[in-house]
């Protein structure tokens, strides 16, 4: 086998690939074993047909595409093992230059990695906001931790009001013509919630238990269910109960019922350390958020179509997993927005784009750089990782078996934010 490979357009390689007549001919004897098995002719049994009897019946290049899809493969991986220059980053589109009984030349055209010209990437001044938990925010997470226990209570001799939660019986009906899933009974409803049709909550308040109440509503234009869009509806109201939410007093005795903490004290102590400590995280991803942006904008490098492809690839995979977790399919997702898959692709190829450039230009940095992971760095991580998840050093690494490159990438990257943020000047 022989073989050239010259820098084609756009971050392509063109790699010919020339098999003479004895490999030509080993590789159609290989497609012959591998498929004899589905020819029957007049005389041979099924599979036993000889290639020659077959070729006689079905023409010279019987074997052809299968010998090319056979061979190909092999003899392209060689290649790029011998070649490390050609970083492809794709699967390669195949033409047939030449073919015959002496011989075929194959030309593959394969995305590679493109060359990345760094700009400025060291000396630039940032800026880094910080986000400083006031008392206030503290006091926040107090009351939230008060509603999450607090409990309802009956309410007696006042008719209800905004922030009660009732309990009634509803049956909506469209020019007197009741509609499914407008009818329940004991339904509980937080008036002020909004959890209802736009006027439904503002028409319960001020109604007494055991009252019955007519209330009329117009459906939104955009309603889910597409008869009752736009609509106008009477709903008849029974109420039945009206609950007030009670919250539990702030005591250390509460406190440590409903969070553990020790104290009032403590846990404001704790978590104003939490929410800094999250702060903290934020500004720092902001840091390097403006750090590989500002840094990509001054590179210089061309973006194969292939990459960009396999980035959209990628985000679409992500959103078809966070809608699978809410019980919808994307292709329900697609046909309640109208959209085909085409379009919905080309909306994310700004940012698809965008991602591709700052993980070439990461790359080539880290590259330049010599930013690597040392064994004694993995050792050490994993150690620092089980401590955090309060597990033997044995233990956590039977858990991340077999994920060491991860493991390797998530420090060099961290090394990599450690270099530029010292590299820059951070005020």
């Known amino acids: 086998m022989n073989y050239k490979f010259e820098k084609a357009e756009k971050s392509t390689v063109k790699i010919s690939i020339t098999l003479d007549a004895a490999e030509w001919s080993a590789a159609q004897q290989d497609a012959y074993n591998k498929t004899k098995g589905k020819y029957a002719l007049p005389g041979f049994r099924k599979g036993k047909v000889p290639m020659k009897v077959l070729e006689n019946a079905y023409g010279k290049g019987l074997f052809f595409e299968d010998a090319i899809n056979e061979s190909f493969p092999k003899y392209y991986f060689e290649i790029l093992e011998k070649e490390p220059s050609i970083e492809a980053v794709a699967r390669p589109s195949l033409d047939v230059e030449k073919i015959g009984e002496d011989g075929v030349t194959l030309v593959a055209t394969v995305a590679v990695k493109p060359e990345v010209k760094l700009g400025e990437y060291k000396g630039i001044k940032f800026e880094k906001v910080e986000y400083n938990v006031k008392d206030a925010d503290v006091e926040d997470a107090l009351k939230r931790l008060q509603e999450r226990n607090s409990r309802l209570v009956a309410v007696e001799g006042r008719p209800a009001e905004k922030g009660d939660t009732v309990v009634i019986d509803y049956s909506g009906s469209v020019n007197g013509v009741k509609f499914e899933g407008g009818t329940a009974e004991k339904q509980n409803l937080e008036l002020g919630s909004n959890s209802f049709i736009p006027g439904f909550e503002d028409q319960v308040v001020g109604m007494n238990v055991g009252e019955e109440r007519d209330i009329s509503v117009k459906f939104p234009e955009d309603y889910h269910a597409e008869d009752l869009k736009g609509k106008d509806a009477v709903f008849h109201i029974v109420l039945h109960e009206i609950k007030k939410k009670e919250l539990p007093e702030i005591t250390d005795e509460f406190i440590k019922d409903a969070d553990g903490a020790e104290s009032v004290e403590a846990y404001k102590a704790e978590t104003k ?137 998530e420090i060099v990257i961290g090394k990599l934010f450690d270099f530029l943020k010292s590299a820059n000047t951070i005020e």
Not at 344 to 364: C, D, N, T
Not at 380 to 399: L, Q, T, W
């Open 273 to 409: 350390k939490r929410m800094q400590e999250a702060n903290d995280r934020r500004a720092d991803r902001e840091l390097e958020d403006k750090i590989v942006k500002t840094i990509t904008e001054k590179a210089e490098t061309e973006i194969p179509d292939a990459l960009v492809e396999n980035q959209i690839d990628r985000m679409v995979q992500e959103m078809e997993y966070r809608l699978m977790y809410q019980g919808l399919r994307l292709e329900d997702y697609l046909k309640y927005a109208k959209m085909s898959m085409e379009d919905y692709r080309k909306g994310y190829e700004a940012q698809a784009r965008e991602l591709v450039k700052q993980q070439l230009v990461i790359e080539k940095i880290i590259e330049t750089e010599k930013i690597e992971a040392t064994d004694e760095d993995v050792e050490k991580k994993i150690e620092e990782d089980a401590k955090a998840r309060d597990k033997s050093v044995e233990e956590y690494k039977k858990e991340v078996e077999g994920r060491t490159e991860y493991l390797k990438n």
